[in-house]
């Protein structure tokens, strides 16, 4: 339980940092990314999948025997649709390949994760 504490809180960090840097005028609203995780493959290494209270958004972070942490994506939404981006120091041959694979997710999809995220939190 102490790990998926700190992993939570890592995600919602991670969460305000991209926020923080993708905003130029306005103050973007806090967002809470702790629902899930769901375990995923991409780029053939394992992620943890949480979405986040505004029901769109993903984060998808390196989990823990990930060769590629430390590392994490973040789909944010927005009126032009999904937006991908990503931030770490994990092995970056690793990090391009999922990026590669995140990048192909249509927003059926990235919803499809965020149902899963939703149902796996029920569950805990």
Not at 30 to 47: A, D, E, H
Not at 60 to 76: E, G, H, K, L, W
Not at 98 to 124: C, G, P, R, W, Y
Request: glycine fraction near 4%; charged fraction near 15%.
């Amino acid at each position: 339980m102490k790990r998926h504490i700190k992993l939570s809180m890592l995600v919602i960090f991670s969460c305000a940092a991209v926020l923080s840097q993708t905003a130029r005028a306005a103050q973007p609203p806090s967002l809470q990314c702790i629902m899930g995780p769901v375990t995923k493959q991409f780029g053939n290494t394992p992620w943890l999948v949480y979405s986040c209270d505004d029901k769109m958004s993903i984060v998808i972070v390196t989990a823990t025997n990930n060769p590629a942490m430390p590392f994490y994506f973040f789909f944010s939404h927005s009126d032009k649709g999904y937006e991908l981006h990503g931030e770490g120091t994990g092995d970056k041959h690793l990090t391009d390949a999922t990026f590669a694979q995140l990048k192909l997710l249509s927003d059926s999809q990235i919803m499809s994760l965020v149902a899963e995220t939703q149902k796996a939190s029920t569950k805990n």
